[in-house]
């Protein structure tokens, strides 16, 4: 059994074990079968590209970025064999150092909807300047961490949590420091009722820690590249920016979200999800008279962009500079 610490009016608990290896829980109601076989089928194709890409891309030295960000569409080249060695060692570094980052596990129950729940990983950074508030990024994972509560922050295949590694590195928040929100989605994708728990989960937050509301952040990769999409695209006036990694959404709702800063990847040569879903959406954006940034690497891979696309070294820099007007 597990002990935990629950405060009863916010629905916030914390775990003080980690759950046995395996453990899924799964809550909501049955979401639409052929939502479930799509998705189903995505993270089964998330697992067998990450565990064929031992070789995966790296991406641009961390010394300095090459590619200004510029809104529209950037064609990103492949990178030299000097840029790719030195932007693997990056991205082993930060991977090797998340393990021993300190973490909150926990379980939120929406006090509105007993029953109902939402296990996390929460990063507070240290020390909280007692006059200061902060931004607050939350990271949705794709179809490989889906399986177990416990891989959610796992840099090997299948899950490739290079987000999550590289928000709290500790150089990073000494730069940037931020809160870093990681809710599990429970078996599921990031279907209505999943999305709706991270919306009441982050108003619970925002009472009790020192929060700035006007620099909420949220990206995710693969199926969470989609969740991203559908949390800017459906609750716009929430976030401050959002970095959708090899996603998609519904070019129809793009305009909903015309206000919010994007900065959006794919790869070029993406086998699991067409980069024609990303192409679709910047497109619709930029008609609604947004101005997305797109990055789209040429020969990038499913994996290998959900890799590069976190190493990159400028995206820290323009994402915590994004503010809510």
Known sequence: ???????????????????????????????????????????????????????????????????????????????????????????????????????????????????????????????????????????LHGGGARRSFGDLLKCASPVFAFGPARLVAPAEQARHPAFVLVPWSGGRDWDDENTRLIVVLLDTLRLELPIDPKRLYVTGQSMGGYGTWRMITRHPDLFAAGVPVCGGGDPAAAPKAKDVSVWAFHGAADGIVPVSETRRIIDALLRAGSKPIYWEYESGTHAGTAKRAYCETGLLDWLFAQTKM
């Not at 799509?38 to 089964?44: I, K, R, S, T």
């Not at 090459?66 to 080249?77: E, H, I, Y």
Request: proline share 12%; with cysteine.
């Open 1 to 139: 059994m597990k002990s935990q610490s629950r405060n009863p009016k916010s629905g916030l608990g914390r775990d003080r074990i980690e759950p046995a290896p395996g453990e899924v829980r799964l809550s909501g109601p049955v979401f639409r079968l052929v939502h479930w076989l799509l998705m189903m089928c995505l993270a089964e194709l998330d697992a067998r590209s990450f565990g064929e890409n031992a070789r995966i891309e790296a991406s641009s030295p961390p010394a300095r970025i090459a590619t200004k960000p510029v809104a529209g569409k950037t064609l990103v080249p492949r990178l030299t064999a000097q840029a790719a060695t030195s932007q693997a060692e990056f991205c082993a570094a930060i991977c090797d150092a998340l393990p021993r980052v300190p973490m909150e596990s926990g379980v939120f129950q929406d006090p509105d909807s007993p029953g109902k729940s939402m296990r996390y990983r929460l990063f507070k950074p240290t020390p909280l300047a007692p006059t200061n508030t902060y931004p607050l990024t939350v990271f």
